[in-house]
């Protein structure tokens, strides 16, 4: 066994392998810092599912139960339950001038362009990133103008 090292080239995931995509915490800035202002959803099939302002939080999940807060990008007309979507299965926000994406503990996870999402962490998100709640597939789309649908 290797020794202890603080080297932070040298460290690798459980899976052994180094980080696909480094979160906002260890994010040194390669992407710049663009946060569009506003963000379509389409499935697989190209079908759109909403189009929201960046202004606020974006809950993803399915349609709350009535003593429950709302979500911004409701799935349940898309079959949500049936592929595995938690009621508030992920969030999307703008934190440090990025864009980012955040697991909310959902049972069945979330995948960012097909690598699991480590649930709480934020992940900086870009225009054309497929977005998986559990089986459910969506890509992400970056507006120019903010949308008028919300």
């Known amino acids: 066994m290797a020794p202890y090292s603080k080297d932070q080239r040298e460290v690798v995931t459980i899976f052994n392998r180094q980080p696909w995509r480094l979160s906002l915490a260890s994010n040194k800035s390669q992407d710049t810092k663009i946060v569009p202002p506003g963000v379509r959803f389409r499935l697989e099939d190209g ?19 009535d003593r429950d807060p709302n979500v911004t990008v409701q799935l349940d007309d898309h079959q949500g339950y049936k592929h595995g ?18 697991d909310l503990d959902s049972i069945n996870g979330t995948l960012l362009n097909g690598q699991r999402c480590v649930k709480l962490n934020s992940y900086v998100l870009r225009s054309g990133d497929v977005i998986a709640l559990g089986q459910m597939k ?6 120019d103008e903010s949308p008028s649908i919300q």
Do not use: C, D, Q, W
């Open 85 to 102: 979507v938690s009621r508030y299965h992920a969030m999307i926000a703008v934190t440090n001038g990025y864009l980012v994406l955040r």
């Open 47 to 65: 079908t759109l599912v909403s189009e929201v302002s960046t202004n606020e939080e974006i809950v993803i999940g399915r349609k709350p139960r």
């Open 138 to 143: 969506l890509t992400i789309e970056f507006m």
